[in-house]
């Protein structure tokens, strides 16, 4: 709990200190590597939050936030297509009914139009989005707009 507080007062290196103390006493969980991740993030070292999402998708296979914060990660270490793979099954994981559900279709979305997606898959995501959040849909649509009609460069 004080690892939470160090946190949220940006004392990031105390937070880390407190959660490294209980994953050497081995009394880790996924919480704590996800805690850790989210240290790492604020700090700006994506390949350690990478690391530590890693082990906590380990213990929860399937956690929403989890799978969703290590695509995000990886887009900054420019790891789209492990990106694309963790937003594939934080979609195939999300509860229909959550009031977060357009999220995973966004990242997805976002993911494939940087890889170009043949396909243009990316565009029945933003519609899935959309359609999850209505008040949502004129800004989803608004971006959607936007792609199909501007060129995108080639990397």
């Known amino acids: 709990a004080l690892a939470l507080v160090d946190f949220h007062q940006r ?9 490294r ?3 050497r006493e081995g009394q880790a969980n996924y919480f704590y590597y996800f805690i850790l991740a989210c240290i790492h993030m604020e700090k ?3 390949r350690a939050a990478e690391q530590e999402l890693g082990q906590a998708l380990e213990l929860e296979p399937t956690s929403l936030e989890g ?4 695509a995000v990660v990886k887009t900054h270490t420019e790891n789209l297509e492990g990106a694309r793979q963790d937003a594939n ?4 994981t999300v509860p229909a009914l959550s009031a977060i559900a357009y999220l995973p279709y966004l ?3 976002q993911i494939r139009h940087d890889l170009r997606d043949p396909d243009q898959g990316y565009l029945s995501d933003l519609q899935k989005a ?7 849909a004129g800004p989803i649509n608004s971006l959607r707009a936007l792609w199909m009609k501007a060129p995108r460069p080639e990397k």
């Open 11 to 19: 004392q990031f290196a105390a937070a880390e200190e407190r959660i």
């Open 21 to 23: 103390t209980v994953t």
């Open 44 to 46: 700006g070292d994506w």
């Open 67 to 70: 799978l969703y914060l290590r």
């Open 89 to 92: 099954r934080a979609v195939e």
């Open 107 to 109: 990242l997805r979305a």
């Open 130 to 136: 959309a359609g999850q959040i209505p008040s949502l």
